[in-house]
């Protein structure tokens, strides 16, 4: 089993610039592949960003792509989402989540059915 736990969310303007962590504790971290998505009030969680286990991997839903980067540093055990230009529809709880897999899958995963491992969420508030 692994832990994760979110961090870095916060209160920014339209257009700043916030960096999201997921440190994760447990089983050795590069046997994840690894995932963020973010859930708006009233709305369903949605996939926003995903990495394979080795990191050579990554997908982006549409709305962030080119705002958005994502890696991670195994050593570390932690995976960065680094989110720029940052728009009021940004505004959601963003989760971080694990997935084991084997050590020749380079799969990156999009649904939340994929994952197994969810961290408690970090809240990213965009004002206008």
């Known amino acids: 089993q692994v832990q994760l736990v979110e961090s870095g969310g916060g209160l920014v303007q339209a257009g700043g610039s916030l960096r999201l962590s997921c440190a994760a504790s447990g089983r050795p971290f590069s046997n994840y592949a690894m995932g963020w998505f973010r859930q708006a009030p009233g709305k369903e969680r949605e996939f926003v960003a995903a990495?394979?286990?080795?990191?050579?991997?990554?997908q982006f839903t549409d709305s962030v792509k080119g705002r958005f980067a994502l890696s991670r540093d195994n050593a570390k055990n932690t995976v960065y989402l680094e989110m720029n230009s940052l728009k009021p529809e940004d505004t959601a709880l963003y989760y971080c989540?694990?997935?084991?897999?084997?050590?020749?899958?380079?799969?990156?995963?999009?649904?939340?059915?994929?994952?197994?491992?969810w961290g408690q969420g970090t809240q990213v508030t965009v004002s206008s």
């Open positions: 989540a694990a997935q084991p897999v084997h050590s020749y899958d380079s799969t990156v995963y999009r649904s939340t059915y994929d994952y197994i491992y």
């Open positions: 990495i394979s286990r080795s990191g050579g991997n990554t």
